[in-house]
């Protein structure tokens, strides 16, 4: 079983910045963050694997970077140029195996406000 622990969310005035934190327990194949405004599905922001492979939405690419602590099992996602539109809940998820099979685990989500 795996437990994520965010961190970081809050209110930030447009073109602000902002760190989300997610430290995972148990061994992990792939973090990355989700998010989901109010009215709209829940979409990728950024993921990366185990090898270091990272992937980033189109709208976030330039202003977002994730990137993982291996030794804290802990991936960060630094948000600059913050927009209103990144206005929702952020939420951490994790791929995990147990033998053959994977399994997808989320944190409790944390929410980031842009607002002037």
């Known amino acids: 079983q795996v437990q994520l622990v965010e961190s970081g969310g809050g209110l930030v005035q447009p073109g602000g910045s902002l760190r989300l934190s997610c430290a995972a327990s148990g061994s992990i194949y792939a973090m990355g963050w989700f998010r989901q405004a109010p009215g709209k599905q829940r979409e990728l922001v950024a993921h990366i694997i185990s090898g270091g492979s990272t992937n980033y939405a189109d709208s976030v690419k330039g202003r977002f970077t994730l990137s993982r602590d291996n030794a804290k099992n802990t991936v960060y996602l630094q948000m600059n140029s913050l927009k209103p539109k990144d206005t929702a809940v952020y939420y951490c998820?994790?791929?995990?195996?147990?033998?053959?099979?994977?399994?997808?685990?989320w944190g409790q989500g944390t929410q980031v406000t842009v607002s002037s």
């Open positions: 998820h994790a791929d995990a195996y147990s033998g053959p099979t994977k399994y997808g685990y």
